[in-house]
Nanobody, 119 residues
Framework: QVQLVESGGGLVQAGGSLRLSCAAS????????MGWYRQAPTKQRELVAF???????TYADSVKGRFTISRDNAKNTVYLQMNSLKPEDTAVYYC?????????????WGQGTQVTVSS
């Protein structure tokens, strides 16, 4: 079993910044990839950013140039630095982790953290 603990969400003015963190914990697992997804009130959940254990990154077009995903493999932690925030970024942000437990790959989700950008 893998648990994901998220932090860093909150309320910020347009143009401001936030840094989200997500740490994976448990036993007998190895992280394969981690990422961030978000869901606005009237929209479907969408990919924000994704990073493999080797460092390959993927970003949604809407956040390219503003958001940066990074990871500390030794601490099984992923970060999302969000700059130049816009009201359209308001959503619940979910941490995602793909981890290897023994011979199996499993998907895990955090509980979500609210990010609200005011205009």
């Amino acid at each position: 079993q893998v648990q994901l603990v998220e932090s860093g969400g909150g309320l910020v003015q347009a143009g401001g910044s936030l840094r989200l963190s997500c740490a994976a914990s448990g036993s007998s697992f190895r992280v394969n990839a981690m990422g961030w997804y978000r869901q606005a009130p009237t929209k479907q959940r969408e990919l924000v950013a994704f990073i493999t254990s080797g460092g390959t990154t993927t970003y949604a077009d809407s956040v390219k140039g503003r958001f940066t995903i990074s990871r500390d493999n030794a601490k099984n932690t992923v970060y999302l630095q969000m700059n130049s925030l816009k009201p359209e970024d308001t959503a619940v942000y979910y941490c995602y982790c793909r981890a290897q437990l023994g011979l199996s790959l499993r998907d895990y989700w955090g509980q979500g953290t609210q990010v609200t950008v005011s205009s």
